[in-house]
């Protein structure tokens, strides 16, 4: 490749890598940032000023997480949830990708299930009823609410769908020829032939269920069931509407309103996902290139 | 393809029948419990305290839902929500045995969990919920109990007298539709008497004295934030949080941190509350030209940065009171004490003292608080032994809450219901200053079920958390070896003292403290909207004559057909 | 046919998935008809009032309705518009770095925000936001004087898009990268031989491997009108804000939760269903017509 080497091109050049720099630490600044408060001292951390750099030092917090029974707790529902919920919405998404990636003339009622699955996408009875049905099953507070609740994610099903199509179609006539059914085409052709895809899957599943925090908060009926996220949700974003608070309460309100000992479990909740992704990046990139663009 | 379709049927009626196999046996349950509300098992000779605090023969099963603390440590290791002191307590005194089926935490994840457990129509037998509106939603769509009989047969002589000392508003409060359908909460007067708290050493530091008037404030505010007595980031004036309102109001007409309401009060408005114009007439306190006075007051002094610049959107209305950047906010008389604990801790020369603000023409107004805001509510399909059960917790709380180990916080108490006589703090700051002169002995107050329940307890306490001169109380005063008696008693003496020696030149009460038919649907949305004004207002990121525009709005969406419905309420 | 004995197969690789549906989102559908009646709880579904289309004329008379209808929408297309222009200026900016290795190191770590939940990045949010954050720090060197972000409603709503953007372009870039992976090298020399400064490369040959998927991507997003986000809103938001900040789902969350208003909350819900279904079958035609593109 050949290109002048103007002024402008340098000029450009440097702009450039410093603009990314910047979107680079812009990027990482969060857990700078969160971590930096966590080894804040406390008075400093909780009255906002901790910019750039930790003000104080102090391992306090992390000494108390490591007493704290629920943090582990959560933590270890959290990855419960994220494995089973994951296993459960990627099987259960695969099976129903392959029979809706045949063609019409295959299968007859393809665009019939299609639509009723993008029905099911877009309407809903409202938080009300789905949490009375939850109810009706028996299953609140129990970890099944939060794995089936994310169930099938229409948009992942559309997504391997997608893949499946775009595979050559001699893959699934010689499987044909030899006499294989659409369990062994799924299974011994498709499947293995689609890791990139099933990777990202699994990786949006994993990051849905690791994230999610609303599930857990309306179908769990007790703090030591609930998963990571609603357990640090509760502590920094519920707040007790001020006015009538008795006495005790706003005692420990003010003990609640502990960023540093917060900021270190918000930390230590963003490291799983960390470990995880590199792992995958080189999957999932391809992945969702293959999946969503048709060339 | 037919059989598919079929089968996909057959699942949705199943579901179908699922839902209403479980509602149908809901309803059966309704009429169970309201053909036969009164099938008692005990025998029928016991009254009076007797039958309030009488023992189960056999045991009785509670279910509750509660909110819980996420940050508390009090628990022992092993004890649990319904395994602690104060279920074994319950089991072996009165053989109730607590089943808790839920909890949240306090603050909005209660309250979104008991939304969905009236949305569902399957309450447990007992919450105590913190919003009247939960209370009436229940109420009306019929899934409480009637505990009208009940609570005259089981109410112990203390909760009597309690209850009486509210002359009937209690009882009122407690009622939808003239029936008793929850058990109120009753609080002390003076948690609805919001004063000035200042930082007296820093006062001193500057030879200032003790602001008494708006400008006054408006002056030391001014001095503690030029001469950085809190440091760089010095706050004249601490406000509200983004979970607190600029005043309190004639819902939430209590313990209000960090809100303005002594200054409104000063300037002779009262926001918020439905106010009584004595010819027959009702207006609403917040569209009053005094009221816009005051904002216009206060949104000066935010504009001159006299005003917590972070004002409605911090977490925490405490956080820079606590870390000592702030010299004066506003709040009732355990602010100081309970509300700041950490400001003590990171100095323990911070002289927080609690003044009143006046009038220009030297008045002390005042706007008065409802009995309580929390209510216990019993399920309709609860049986009656669970009814009485719960009864009689209240009553066991009321009695024996000075007797217990309140090194575990008291609040993990199953149904835990505040029953305080109404002018409890008075009484205590008038008796604990004469036994602090030796003018009385702890022993004197010995009395089993007095209607002062803490008061002995604090009496037997009071001298080792207090040390002369005893004339005029300051932070030197006291110690803080142990922190909660100190908190407590800090309260009370500093935080209750003008409230108790000095008194209210005008006492402004609520037409109603209670919601009417059309606030039912109406009112959330006026109560947005006159949020949204207030606040921005006093940040200046709305003019002023916004006010006006609110006020024609607010009339307009549903606020006329209010007036009417309260000026119906002032004639009866 | 043999072809069509497979069928039976297909039924049942589709059964777990549909039986899935039914129980947890066909059989809660029934819910709706609380939209048409003043539910109450002690009666249950089947025994409240009907009361036809009172709340939906209920919810229009509201002024909320319009705020809440007008700030999902402008809240929603901000984050479509600039959810697909920034990660396209981002990858094509990347797509010139010379250096493989850096390229590699932004890469990677841009992805990173996509993977924290919004009630961890709302903490962080505020404090960067916050008074005394480093936002404020940044700006006061300039002698601009410190804002409450959080509180200002006047652009509550561009913090909102922003900090969404912030969150998810590297991870939205993906796609344009991957794209940009199956251009020909060639035809950037035959430009450069043509002549081409930089600026022309970028627009005569980057720009157009893009155009396709700007537009595909672009289409597709439409079914998104009316998702402003609300795990974003809700751990950000506060009453200051509501003018501007507060969208459909916070709005029914707090009818339904806080209220106690189920019918109006369902009533509202619905409404933003019908409308988002409508607008993804738009969508669905227009891709297919335009892009040749079978979506699903």
Known sequence: MVRNKTLGSRTFEIANIIVLGLLLISCVYPLWYTFCVSISDKSAANAGLVTIFPIGFSLSPYKEIINDRLFFNSFWISIQRTVLGTGFSLLVTVLMAYPLARPKKDFKMRNTFMWILVFCMLFNGGLIPWYLTIQNYHLLNTIWALVLGGGVPVFDVILIMNFFRNLPKELNEAAVVDGAGPWSILFRVYIPCSIPVLAAVALFLSVYHWNEFFNGLVLMNTSDKYPLQTYIQQLVVNMPVGTNLTPEQYKKLSELSNRTLNSAKVFIAMVPMLIVYPFLQKYFVSGIMLGAVKE | ?572 | MRKLGHQKHYYLMLLPGMVWLVMFSIVPMFGIVMAFQNYNPGAGLFKSEWVGWANFKYMFQLNDSKTVILNTFIIAVGKIVFNLLVPLIFAILLNELRSLRYKKLVQTVVYLPHFLSWVIMSTIVIGIFGYYGVVNTVIGMFGVDPKLFMADAGIFRQLLIGTDVWKEFGYNAIIYLAALTGVNPNLYEAAAIDGANRWQLIRRVTLPALTTTVVLLGVLSLGNVLNAGFDQVYNLYNPLVYSTGDILDTWVYRLGLQNLQFSLATAAGLFKSVISFVLIFISYRLAYRYADYTVF
Not at chain 2, 86 to 114: C, H, M, P, S
Not at chain 2, 403 to 408: A, H, K, Y
Not at chain 2, 523 to 552: C, H, Y
């Open chain 2, 1 to 572: 393809m037919k059989r598919n379709m079929a089968m996909l049927l057959s699942v949705v009626l199943l579901g179908l029948s699922l839902t209403a196999c479980s509602s149908s046996k809901d309803s059966s349950n309704d009429l169970k419990a309201s053909s036969n509300p009164d099938t008692s098992s005990e025998a029928p000779a016991l009254s009076g305290d007797d039958l309030a605090f009488s023992k189960f023969p056999k045991p009785v099963d509670v279910h509750i839902g509660m909110a819980v603390d996420p940050t508390d440590k009090t628990l022992p290791e092993g004890d649990s929500v319904s395994n602690n002191q104060y279920t074994r307590y319950l089991k072996e005194k009165y053989n109730i045995n607590v089943i808790v089926d839920w909890t949240a935490a306090t603050g909005n994840d209660f309250k979104q969990k008991v939304s969905l457990t009236i949305a569902s129509g399957k309450l447990p037998d007992g919450m105590v919920v913190d919003d009247r509106s939960f209370m009436t939603k229940a109420a009306s769509s019929g899934l409480l109990y009637d505990i009208t009989d009940l609570f005259q047969q089981y109410q112990s002589s203390q909760v009597k007298d309690i209850m009486a000392s509210t002359d009937g508003r209690a009882m009122e409060n407690a009622s939808y539709k003239g029936k008793m359908v929850s058990l109120p909460n009753i609080t002390v007067d003076t948690d609805g008497v919001h004063v000035l708290w200042i930082r007296k050493d820093w006062l001193d530091k500057l030879q200032l004295p003790v602001p008494k008037t708006t400008s006054d404030i408006e002056k030391t505010a001014k001095a503690f934030i030029d001469n950085k007595l809190g440091g760089d980031k010095t706050i004249g004036i601490a406000g509200p949080s983004k979970n607190s309102f600029p005043y309190s109001t004639f819902l939430l007409s209590s313990n209000n941190m960090g809100g303005f309401d002594p200054i409104f009060g000063a300037m002779d408005a009262y926001p918020g509350y439905w106010l009584d114009n004595g010819d027959g007439s009702v207006s609403y306190g917040t569209l009053t030209d005094n009221t816009k006075k005051t904002l216009a007051l206060l949104a000066d002094w935010y504009k001159k940065g006299l005003i917590d610049p972070e004002v409605g959107t911090r977490d925490n209305v405490g956080d820079p009171i606590n870390a000592n950047q702030a010299g004066i906010f506003f709040g009732p008389w355990w602010n100081g004490g309970y509300g700041n604990g950490d400001s003590f801790k990171n100095d323990p020369t911070a002289n927080w003292q609690a003044y009143p603000v006046y009038s220009d023409d030297n008045k002390w107004n005042a706007h008065m608080k409802t009995t309580g805001s929390t209510y216990t509510i019993i399920s309709k399909n609860a049986k009656p032994d669970v009814v009485k059960a719960i009864l009689i917790m209240n009553n066991a709380l009321v009695r024996d809450e000075a007797t217990f180990d309140l090194s575990v916080a008291v609040g993990w108490y199953p149904l835990r219901n505040v029953m305080a006589a109404a002018n409890e703090t008075e009484y205590e700051y008038a008796e604990l200053l004469k036994v602090l002169k030796g003018e009385t002995q702890p022993e004197d107050y010995n009395k089993p079920n007095s209607l002062y329940k803490l008061m002995y307890a604090d009496a037997k306490k009071v001298k080792d958390v207090i040390k002369a001169p005893y004339d005029d109380l300051n932070v030197s005063n006291f110690s803080t070896a142990n922190f909660g008696d100190f908190q407590r008693l800090y309260s009370i003496m500093i935080g209750d003292r003008p409230f108790t020696t000095i008194p209210i030149d005008k006492k402004v009460y609520s037409v109603t403290y209670n919601q009417t038919p059309t606030m039912e649907t109406k009112w959330a949305n006026l109560k947005k909207m006159e949020d949204e004004t207030v606040l921005k207002i006093i940040l200046g990121q709305a003019p002023l004559d916004s006010f006006d525009k609110f006020v024609k709005d607010w009339k307009a969406q549903g606020g006329d057909e209010i007036t009417k419905e309260v000026t119906e309420l002032l004639k009866k």
